[in-house]
Every structure is written in C-alpha cells, then in structure tokens.
C-alpha cells in the first residue's frame, strides 16, 4: 500500500481500543524492526544492580568506577562477544545494533565507554591489525581482562586527523618503532578510558628510512602487569566535564616509548626488518582512508544513540503534557498542557522526527551490515557509508539536540530536576555533536562528496541507479520518480495535481500536508541548494587561476562551508523522509499506515516551515507557505489525538522514564514527604 492510497481519517477516529492496541504492536514494530528479543533481554538488565538505580550527583571517580563495573558485567554476559568477529552476519550486526540502542538509552557513560574500549580500541586491532594481532589481543580486551583506549585525537588535532604529529620512528638496529609527542599540541586528548588503560591503540605518522607514510596505528602497552605506567608514558585525566563523566577521558604524553616491530597495525601497511615500507594500496590518501573507514561504526552509533535519546526525551516529555493540567477556562477542568496548540507545536514535530531519524538510522545500520569482505566491492560501499553516517551524525545530532531541549523546556521547572532524566541527557549527548567529527565540518566534507557525485552524474546525464543518487535522475528529467509534479520551480506545475494524487485519500483534502508533494519540495531545494553551490564553488575557484586546480578548489570549499553545510541540510533531510516514506509504504495495517502517514506528513511540513528558503528561491510561494502552516497546525491537532499510542510506538520502557512522565498527578504519594524521605539522602534541616 502506498501513502498514495493511505486511509481516510474516519480509519484512525473509528478504531477500537483492540484495534488500537494492535496499532501500537504494529508501531513498536515498525520502530524496533529486528532483534526484539535482545532488545528486552538488555531492558531486563539494566533495571538490575549494578546498572540501576542511577544517580546523577556521584563525584565524577565513583561514577567511573560504577560505569567501569557495568562494563565488566556486560562483558561477563558476553553480550558484545560479536565484536569480536571480523566479519559478523547480517543478523549478528542486527542484534549488536540493538544491545547498543538499548544501553544508550539508559545509560550514556556505559555506551560511552563500551565504544572505546571495544567499538574503537579492539576493533581498530581487528580491522587494521593481522591475523597474530586479533588473536593476541582482541578477546583480552573485549571481555576486559584489559583496559583498553584508542589515542588518535590530539589537542592540536581533532578533525584533521590526517595531519596529527605524533611520531613513530622505526629504529632500524633495535628492530622497534619509537613512539614520541614531539610538541605539547601532540598530546593525545579526550581519550575515552585511557586514563586507566593498560592497551592503547596509538594513530601516529609513520617514519622510516628519513620518509614519512602517514598516519597508522600501533599497539602500545601502556602499563605493566602490576598496572604501572611504562617509562616514557605520562597521563592525566581531562577532568569534570558537561556530561558523561563515568567515562575517564585521558591525556598522555609519549616520550622515547619502544615498542616491538610486530606493534605495527600491519593490514594496509607493513615495515621489513630493514626498514623498507610496502603496501598494497599505493596511494597514501586511499590508504589512510581505508584504515579509518572501518571504524565508522562508532559513528553511526552516535547516530544510534541520537534517535535513543531524542526518544526517551519525547516520550518524557509528552507522557507528562498528557496529564499535567494548566488554566481553566471559566468553571472547567484546568487544560492538559497538551491540548494547548502552542504545546503541541512544541513537542509533536520532535514526535515525528524520531520516526523518521529512527528509519534513517535502519538503512544507515543496513548500509554497514551489507559490506563485503571483498576489497574492492567494500571500497565502494564504504564510500556511501562514509556519506550517510557523517550526513546523520550531523543531522541526527542537532534534530536530538532540539528534541532534548524542547522537551526540557516543555516539562518547565520539572524538566531541571536531574532525576526526571531530561537534564542528565542533555549534558551526557553534549558531547556527540563534536566527537567523533564536529558536526558542521563533517557535513561540509559530505557535501563536497555529493557535489563531486553530483558533478559527475550530469556529465554523464544519468546517476547510477542502485546509489543515493538515483532520483536525482528525476531532476535531470523535470519530473520526479513519485510520479507528482514538481513544485512552483518547474514549468510541469501546470499539470493538475488531482489527475496525479488522489486527493480523496488525504488527511485534510489537500495536497499541501501530503508526505509525497512535501517531498517534491524538498527535492526542489536540494536542487537549488545543489545548483547554487556548484554555480558558486565554480565562481570562487575561477578567482584563483593563480593557484593549482588542487589549492583552488580547496580555497573554493572553505569560502563556502556554510552553503555546504545547507546544501548537505537539504539532501540529507529529504532523504530522511523519503526513507520514512518508503518504509510507511511497506505497512499493511491501514490504520497504522495511515497514523505514520499522518506523522510524515507533520515531519515534512515542518522541515519546510523551518527554512526561509522555500519562499525566497521561489521554491513555493508565499501564499502556498501560508496554506502550509495552517495545514501545520490543523494536522498537529489530528496527531495530538494519537500522541499516547505513538509515544508507546517508540519502544520506550517505562521504568527509563523520569518520573514525571508516571506520576504528574500532583496528589499522588509519591510527591508525598515521606515518599521523598526514601528517594532522597537529605531530609532537610529540622533545625538551624
């Protein structure tokens, strides 16, 4: 069934509650997708010691320790054994993903730290290491039996990782690399668990034979036995952060550290005894590429952690604006806050984007669980991983960002209070919109790859037709691959829109709130953002004739980040919601198709109400933005009616809510002074 053919509102507001609670299952479904089972073993444990009760206000060590802990007993249930495996099924990728989804959406320093301790420090061994390596170091690390960190960001370097200084200098007659921090900009900063490590896994740039091969990684002890730092290695922790301060975030110095030939990262670059470098990758950009693409999935598992929280944040928030009450009008019951239209803006679009950044976040987990073991095949793949796990740890990141903070400010004075969950979640995500990336300059060098791509298919005059790019062989033709017309752009608006889209199966019998025509206008501006950027990249290289194509083109792209940063907006929140779209389109339920068809909709229309562009390209006109956002607010009102069965939609446990979202009801005892007695460690002073 396609949203062409969705049901009319009297299918939503005639369902029975049996029928509902089937939409609910069809919901938690549609969201959840695979590895449920997992998913609820996870749930089950972290309601156990030691991952629960959590507290917010231990001083930053015993935090540490308490995460460290939790670390271990994860491990000890092997439930990230498949770490372990250099290549996993598809279905052991699945069930990874989901016990990582469920313990960020509990608790942040433990996600944290499994990432850097596994998802970093033992899958680098894996990925960039031989056969002797992995063998040597990668169950040690994975079942904790070490402490391990992966040291590659610098304080003088943090997204320019090509260009780090940190030093590994084979020594010829000793047959071992010597490991330095030549400057104190070299130092290794924010490593996550390195304060305590015994293992790091150290990126630094390559020297033998007076030539530098860029950058590699290096199995580095760190400490003995006795877990005493080695000569040579200084370490400091970073200190009290915003947030995540279960996690020890490490500083560390190197100075003169010998560690043995065999400590090379060897699988894309090995040194002989005498010194001599080889590789099978001759080109050192592909090479360092190579070394790095594996280890994206600590990316999209930021991405993963973006759509737990955005969703544990909502439903919080919602959950409570269903039953706190404000103002009455005359001599009626005080109104839920939710039934205020200002409310409802505030929250419902937030509602929506979790939706869709959930199946965004599906395909993205798709695109990295479909790799191939072969290398040329997987070179391509990683390409397009590269692309859309940058593009949604940008986008995802400042969506989950927005959806934190409105849903505090939603939730007024409650919202502040650490153990409503809302404010600790906040802080503990903070830290996802620079690590790992920063997220404008990873959209902006996204961008510059879907220019080239884009570039290359209109010189061609098609775009190949199993990539991210197919429908932009749509542009070329003036008409889309939904079968609708474009918006007031192109000369095909003439076309009556009702011969394309039977407007009888809407929502409100207009096209304006449609999910299709609002993904027609989303395409229209990411064909504007495209042609705009292209058109200006190639004015401001054309202004540097005195330099090298190469020099040009980047003084090019730095003059116009910030257009990079909206172009890669538009191609990456189009393909948000036709992902969404797709996905609603494979539903046979009518009723749940036709509430998620509802909530693509409200996340499409609001993505178009937030960018002034859209009228000032002349992309829709003014009047047409008008009907739009009086569409927007009469489809917030029909949402608002099924906010409770989409909140339960998302999968959310209960016991991971604050309280708040449980117990608004201010006459109920648990607001009671003796109930606060037994949740609290101060009573108060009964004297002074």
Excluded at 71 to 92: E, N
Excluded at 520 to 527: I, T, V
Aim: aromatic share 8%; proline share 2%.
């Amino acid at each position: 069934m396609s949203l062409k053919e969705q049901a009319a509102p009297s299918t939503l507001r005639s369902a029975g509650s049996s029928e509902m609670a089937a939409v609910v299952q069809d919901l938690q479904e549609f969201t959840e997708r695979h590895s449920r089972a997992e998913r609820r073993e996870v749930f089950r444990l972290l309601q156990q010691p030691p991952f629960s009760p959590l507290h917010a206000d231990l001083h930053m060590h015993v935090q540490q320790a308490n995460v460290w802990t939790r670390t271990c007993r994860v491990a000890s249930l092997g439930m990230l054994d498949l770490l372990k495996c250099q290549w996993p099924t598809r279905q052991q990728n699945e069930h990874l993903w989901a016990r990582l989804e469920s313990l960020m959406m509990r608790d942040m320093s433990l996600a944290t730290l499994i990432g850097a301790q596994m998802g970093l420090c033992a899958c680098a061994i894996i990925t960039m290491g031989s056969e002797e390596q992995r063998d040597e170091f990668v169950n040690d690390i994975v079942d904790c039996k070490y402490r391990g960190c992966f040291a590659m960001t610098e304080l003088g370097h943090g997204s320019n990782v090509r260009d780090i200084e940190t030093t590994a200098t084979y020594d010829v007659t000793r047959k071992e690399f010597v490991i330095n921090t030549p400057s104190n900009s070299a130092q290794k900063f924010w490593i996550g668990g390195g304060v305590d490590a015994h293992i790091a896994v150290v990126m630094a740039q390559l020297h033998t034979r007076g030539e530098c091969h860029g950058v590699h990684g290096f199995i580095v002890m760190m400490r003995d036995s006795d877990g005493h730092l080695h000569d040579g290695v200084r370490v400091a922790d970073v200190g009290h952060k915003i947030g995540l301060n279960g996690v020890p975030n490490a500083r560390i110095w190197f100075n003169n550290v010998r560690v043995p030939a065999n400590s090379l990262l060897n699988r894309y670059g090995s040194v002989d005894e005498d010194g001599s470098y080889s590789s099978f990758v001759a080109d050192s950009n592909l090479r360092f590429s190579l070394c790095l693409a594996e280890l994206l999935r600590g990316r999209i598992a930021i991405i993963c952690a973006a759509v737990s929280i955005s969703k544990l944040s909502v439903a919080t928030a919602i959950r409570y604006g269903l039953t706190r009450r404000q103002f009455r009008v005359g001599s009626q019951e005080e109104t839920l806050l939710m039934d205020y239209p200002m409310h409802q803006r505030r929250l419902l679009p937030y509602l929506a984007m979790a939706y869709a950044l959930q199946c965004a976040c599906h395909r993205v987990q798709q695109f990295w669980n479909n790799r191939s073991e072969e290398i040329t095949a997987r070179m391509q793949q990683m390409k397009e991983i590269h692309v859309v796990s940058s593009g949604y740890k940008a986008i995802g990141g400042w969506f989950a960002r927005d959806a934190i903070q409105a849903s505090r400010e939603a939730c007024g004075g409650q919202g502040y209070a650490s153990w409503n969950q809302i404010g600790p979640l906040r802080a503990d995500f903070d830290a996802s919109l620079t690590y790992e990336g920063d997220n404008c300059v990873l959209l902006a060098q996204t961008t510059r790859q879907i220019i080239k791509m884009y570039r290359k298919g209109l010189k061609k005059g098609k775009f190949p037709s199993d990539g991210l790019m197919f429908h932009w062989n749509g542009l070329l033709g003036g008409a889309n691959a939904l079968g609708l017309p474009y918006p007031s752009m192109w000369k095909e608006t003439s076309a009556g829109v009702a011969t394309n889209v039977d407007v009888s199966a809407m929502f409100n019998a207009t096209l304006l709130c449609h999910p299709v025509y609002i993904l027609s206008c989303l395409q229209a501006r990411e064909k504007f953002y495209l042609e705009l950027l292209s058109q200006r990249l190639t004015a401001e290289q054309g202004k540097s004739s005195h330099l090298s194509n190469t020099e040009a083109e980047d003084l090019a792209w730095n003059t116009c980040g910030s257009q990079a940063v909206e172009c890669g907006r538009a191609f990456f929140e189009r393909l948000a919601l036709q992902w969404f779209i797709e996905d609603i389109n494979k539903l046979k339920n009518k009723t749940a198709h036709a509430l998620l068809g509802m909530v693509a909709g409200l996340f499409g229309m609001w993505l178009v109400l937030r960018d002034a562009r859209f009228c000032g390209a002349s992309i829709i006109s003014a009047e047409t933005q008008d009907k739009m956002r009086r569409e927007f607010e009469t489809l917030l009102g029909e949402v608002r009616v099924h906010a409770r069965c989409l909140v339960d939609g998302l999968c959310v446990p209960e016991n991971f809510l604050g309280p708040i979202a449980l117990v608004a009801d201010s006459n109920d005892k648990f607001w009671s002074y003796e109930q606060t007695l037994k949740n609290s460690t101060y009573a108060g002073r009964a004297k002074l």
